[in-house]
């Protein structure tokens, strides 16, 4: 298969590689290196990167943006940063990406565990993830052709040690159980599905 993976040199977005690369061509994609660069936050970028990829089988995105920090400080333009980024960004990879998506492909996108398990300062992001996995559920009863549609839903990573101190109690993902639920994804039947990773 051709796979479009958009973070590919990202802390999750390397593993997926990995996971996917021996069987099948990746189409890296970052925002600064990769084969392509795309500026998610964009629909002109977007649009582009689709035109100068062509046709392809699956695509995963592990890339986006949100704002964490505490509630009483939060402002419209904080909040606005993941809506922006990791909500819209991931929607229009997906929205776009129909028109170029071969039949029987499939889009895989990245939310969170914040979307059921909420930390403190982490309300812009449980917000997020919360609407990126309606839309998965939306989505996957009107794509066409047979395409298919999933999330993954990490908790705190192996590799994010900065974030440990915000997920008191939990334990950290191992990052081959990430790879695993984005494999599962692409080359699984099921649409439709969050795949939680939990620690």
Do not use: C, W
């Amino acid at each position: 298969m051709k796979i479009i993976i958009v973070g590919a040199t990202g802390t999750i977005g390397k593993h997926v590689v990995k996971a996917l690369e021996s069987a099948h061509e990746i189409v890296k994609v970052g925002s600064k290196s990769g084969d392509f660069q795309v500026d998610i936050s964009s629909l002109e970028s977007i649009e582009s990167l689709f035109k100068q990829v062509g046709p392809f089988d699956a695509l995963v995105s592990a890339a986006g943006d949100a704002h964490f920090g505490p509630l009483p400080q939060m402002t419209d333009s904080d909040f606005r940063k993941g809506v922006d980024s990791k909500l819209m960004g991931q929607v229009n990879l997906v929205l776009i990406g129909q028109k170029y998506i071969n039949p029987k492909g499939s889009f895989t996108l990245t939310s969170g565990s914040l979307a059921e398990d909420p930390i403190i300062y982490g309300s812009a992001v449980s917000a997020i993830n919360g609407a990126l996995n309606g839309f998965i559920k939306g989505a996957s009863l009107e794509l066409e052709n047979g395409v298919r549609i999933n999330a993954v839903a990490p908790g705190v990573v192996e590799e994010s040690p900065a974030y440990f101190p915000y997920f008191p109690g939990d334990i950290p993902v191992k990052m081959h159980r990430v790879a695993q639920a984005y494999y599962k994804s692409v080359m699984g039947g099921q649409t439709g599905q969050v795949y939680f990773v939990p620690g």
